[in-house]
């Protein structure tokens, strides 16, 4: 690649640090004995402490995860499948519609689905809380899910399959020793994405959830809007942490398969 | 013992969009034979190894295997392994996994595994090779992986669509051998996918040449070469002249202004047909002496001959090539023998083809 002129990484300097300006300058604070975010008086632990003290939150951070993994899981099995059941359509223009379909939901706005959620959830009784919240989870999830996971499809050449099916392989084998095989960069990648995108919802979430059962995200909205307090900045500070190390395992993760695909252990 | 393996009846392939990829097939393949399906891109070659395999159904007709129709019966249960133009080698697997995948499909044993696989490498020249990633195998390396894919599940018939045609000329060569040879070791039944009529020519005990779906003619290598069925053929399958001429009656043939004496005959009398003469039949005399007189238009020189381009004075060309070297716009005649010329009806069915052969052998000729 070519060098970048000095202007360029004075541009790119200046980007990302007003972006990760606001999170810096919240855990920064995290870390104040003072009660709020004017000066900084001393270097404490005790907002951290309070999170961990608080069973309440700690409840909400596990149902947060929960969620998080359940509905990957639930999602990028479902995407997964969709996608090769999208591969394997024939029809071009039913193929197109249905890639179409799938679209439309990545982009539309969270508020759409969220209230739409809402409205198919009362209008069939379910009592919202855990379960309502999962569903839509996995239903947001899986669109994207079946978009990481389709290039890899595109990707794979036929002739493997009818190799596969040449040396006696069912359908069922060709599934498993073959197409999961192939595609599993895409799965991972979808997985992780489908958590990324669980773990930081808001929107959807705000719409869906009731009976006391609530995610970090709605749970800071409702301090945030109760007053200040530095245990946000605290929990905050472990969601970023904890959003880097999962970006941090999905690089080794998609490291690893590179290597495997192309052989890289020379 | 009934010796036939494979056989096509009336077998017909067309897609939904009303292209018609192959037009009647019909032909018997005996177990043990090196057989060749030659012709140009687009002709139905990959089609018919598709059927066999059970990828592609064929549209009417019937295909047997070992006297069992076998239309309906799944690829994964065919006695048939395929070498695949492009490999089709699995990049998440190693070679040696690659090789071992039918057997682990079938359930055998761990130890027996180790042993074929292993034993499949070195037939193939890959003896240590098994824990390779594919990405680190040469385009010809994976070749042989693909054939010890194919040949350690052990099947009936082996077949290839276009192995060699991604290697450069030097290793298509040797793998040209390589792979007749290992034909002969294994015993079994190979069905070989090429245009290159050099490669087919080479490697068969008999060849079908193909042109838009259809068989133009099968036999053995010295037959499709010596006596081509229509200018197709003679075209397709090396170099020759191919002029009209008219059969005045059995035995002799006019062309070029001339007649000439010839070895063919049961035509029409007066039958308008083609003549084929190969360019190394051809032999530069005086033109005193010669029973063509041309004139040279450019010479090449090919290694082991030289290449002339002539033309007699109806404006016909005639390839030559001759050891010995001639003078570019020079007159010189062509002399060759009455078996060298060889007599093509229009449009002659195969069968009636082979009859007439038959009826006016070529006793003369081997
Ligand atoms: N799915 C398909 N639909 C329509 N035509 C096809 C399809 N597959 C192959 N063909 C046509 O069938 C013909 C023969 O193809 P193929 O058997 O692959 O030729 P070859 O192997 O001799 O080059 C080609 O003209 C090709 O365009
Ligand atoms: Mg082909």
Known sequence: MKKLSAMSKMYLIFVFAVLYAPIFYLIFYSFNSG??????????????????????????????????????????????????????????????????????????PDVVIGASF?????????????????????????????????????????????????????????????ILPYISPGIFAGFFMALTYSLDDFAVTFFVTGNGFSTLSVEIYSMARAGISLTINAISGLVFAVTVLIVIGYYFINKRSKSVATGGHR | MNNTIIRFENVTKSYDDGTVVLKNINFELERGKFYTLLGPSGCGK?????????????????????GKRMNDVPANER?????????????????????????????VKET?????????????????????????????????????????????????????????????????????????????????VTHDQEEALAMSDEIFVLSNGEIKQSGTPVDIY??????????FIGESNIVDGLMIEDYKVRFAGKEFE????????????????????????????????????TQL???????????????????????????????????FDPEAIHVMRLNETEADFDKRLEAYGDEDYE
């Open chain 1, 118 to 178: 809402l409205i198919l959830f009362t209008m069939i009784g379910v009592k919202l809380g855990f379960a309502s919240v999962l569903v839509s989870h996995v239903a947001f999830s899986v669109p994207i899910v079946v978009l990481m996971v389709l290039p890899k499809l595109l990707e794979m050449n036929t002739s493997l399959i009818d190799a596969a099916r040449d040396l006696g392989a069912t359908k069922r084998d060709v599934l498993m020793r073959v």
């Open chain 2, 301 to 335: 020189f090919r290694g082991v001959h030289y290449e002339l381009s002539t033309y007699d004075q109806d404006g016909n060309e005639w390839l030559v090539h001759s050891l010995k070297k001639a003078d570019v716009g020079a007159e010189i005649g062509l002399d």
């Open chain 2, 112 to 192: 027996e595994i180790n042993d074929r696989v292993q034993e499949a490498l070195k037939f193939v020249n890959l003896a240590g090779y098994g824990n390779r990633e594919i990405s680190e195998m040469s385009g010809g390396q994976r070749q042989r992986v693909a054939i010890a894919r194919a040949i350690v599940n052990d099947p009936e018939v082996i077949l290839l669509d276009e192995p060699l045609s991604a290697l450069d000329l030097k290793l298509r060569t040797e793998m040209q051998y390589e792979l007749r040879e290992l034909q002969q070791r294994l015993g079994k039944t190979f069905i070989f």
């Open chain 2, 226 to 235: 010596d006596e081509p069925i229509n200018r197709f053929v003679a075209d």
């Open chain 2, 262 to 297: 010839c070895v063919d005959g049961g035509m029409k009398p007066n039958e308008k047909i083609d003549v084929v003469i190969r360019p190394e039949d051809l032999e530069i005399t005086t033109p005193e002496n010669g029973k063509l007189i041309v004139t040279v238009d």
């Open chain 2, 79 to 107: 006695q048939v392994n395929t070498v695949f133009q492009d490999y089709a080698l699995f990049p998440h697997l190693n070679v040696f996994e690659n090789v071992a995948f039918g057997l682990r499909i079938k359930k």
């Open chain 2, 46 to 66: 990959t089609t018919i190894l598709r059927i066999i395999a059970g990828f592609t159904d064929a549209s009417t007709g019937d295909v047997f295997f070992n």
């Open chain 1, 35 to 108: 009660g709020s975010m004017n000066n900084f008086e001393s270097f404490t632990l005790e907002h951290y402490a309070a999170v961990f003290e608080d069973s309440r939150l700690i409840i909400i951070l596990l149902n947060t995860v929960l969620v998080a993994l359940l509905s990957g899981l639930i999602a990028t099995i479902i995407g997964t499948l969709g996608a090769i059941g999208i591969v394997s359509i024939k029809d071009k223009k039913m193929r197109n519609t249905l890639l179409s379909l799938n679209n439309v939901l990545i982009v539309s």
